[in-house]
């Protein structure tokens, strides 16, 4: 961790990866203490750690000049997956065999050909990971969920996103197709919270942000359009699965109401340190739970080292604030993504921008 620390007065690095680097080695050395002080130890911490430390080898060789090769890494296995889902779509609208008879012919993971488990997925032809099927019926023909390279579709959908606006900071042809198509794809995930996630970035992006060089064309009223129309109807109102107004009142939605409840009071009980980062006594994800976990200190080194180094992009409403507000609607409410790589990756592409970045 004093290595961590080290680091940030090394290099000859921006205030902003300077402050990032800092604040994570703080962080990380909290972390450790609180387990000490707590005797909650665990491996995930050790793992959680490695993580954080990612992140800050990630912002210290991300340079203005190499910044996008980052945003490829994302968008390119994305497009790659949202098209092997429509190639299987299409053959099989074309041939008339649902997904399950044609997995019989492909590979499986974990367990084959196991339909009945929610979480067993499968390799479809051409070799793209779906699970659930039965979530989608179009023709009397059963669908899967997209899950592109995560197990759940919860998380794919924050790289959809991020690809989604990511698109528009690489140069590639085509633009507008594949936006659309990755678009499409965040619908086949059919997750509430990227629905909701993909709502909240449009219109930040778009309306809120305060570049105002970018006017509207038809293209994106059009997606404008049927962000409002497909979002309310299939995510918002009536679907009691992934509906997110019918998912208050489910089984699900209840779950999580229970689990933020409990969170709060675990909070109100150990207010200073929290009970220690991965404490089974706190239930679910959410940012009631990172409170319970961390406590206000270790609660308020975790949001520092979030906020600090992108304070003057808050202050200016900059666009590329679009590419943090999957990670952090997710964590906050959904996954357990603030101990996850996903989040200190993300976190730190942010973090690196260049200081003249271009947008196609």
Do not use: C
Request: proline share 3%.
């Amino acid at each position: 961790m004093i290595l961590i620390l080290l680091l940030g007065f090394r290099f000859r690095l921006s205030e902003k990866k300077k402050s990032y680097i800092v604040l994570a080695g703080i962080y990380m050395t909290y972390l450790l203490l609180q387990a000490l002080a707590l005797s909650v130890f665990d491996l995930s911490l050790v793992f959680t750690e490695l993580f954080i430390l990612v992140g800050v080898l990630i912002s210290l060789y991300t340079k203005d000049e190499t910044w996008h090769y980052a945003l490829y890494a994302i968008v390119y296995p994305v497009l790659f997956f949202a098209l092997s889902y429509f190639v299987t779509i299409l053959i099989t609208l074309l041939t008339g065999y649902s997904i399950i008879d044609l997995t019989y012919f492909a590979f499986h993971i974990f367990q084959p050909r196991v339909i009945e488990d929610f979480y067993k997925i499968n390799i479809v032809f051409p070799f793209s990971p779906m699970m659930g099927l039965g979530n989608a019926n179009i023709a009397n023909i059963d669908f899967g969920r997209a899950i592109g390279y995560m197990r759940e579709p919860g998380i794919y959908q924050i790289l959809v996103v991020i690809s989604f606006f990511g698109l528009d900071y690489i140069s590639i042809k085509y633009r507008k197709i594949f936006k659309t198509l990755v678009f499409l794809s965040l619908l086949i995930t059919f997750s509430t919270t990227g629905m909701v996630v993909f709502i909240l970035s449009y219109f930040y992006y778009y309306y809120i942000s305060g570049d105002r060089k970018f006017k509207m064309n038809f293209f994106y009223k059009a997606i404008s359009f049927l962000i409002i129309s497909l979002g309310s109807y299939f995510f918002v109102f009536t679907n009691e699965k992934f509906g997110l107004l019918a998912k208050l009142t489910y089984e699900s939605g209840l779950q999580r109401l229970q689990h933020y409840q409990e969170s709060i009071q675990i909070f109100l009980d150990n207010p200073i340190i929290g009970v220690g980062l991965f404490n089974s006594s706190v239930p679910g994800s959410s940012i009631f739970a990172i409170l319970a976990s961390l406590g206000i200190v270790g609660a308020g080194l975790f949001f520092l080292m979030v906020i600090l180094p992108i304070w003057h992009l808050i202050k200016r409403r900059d666009r590329l604030l679009v590419f943090l507000i999957p990670v952090l609607v997710t964590a906050f409410f959904s996954q357990p993504l603030s101990n996850m790589a996903i989040f200190f990756v993300i976190l730190s592409l942010v973090i690196s921008y260049p200081t003249k970045y271009k947008s196609f």
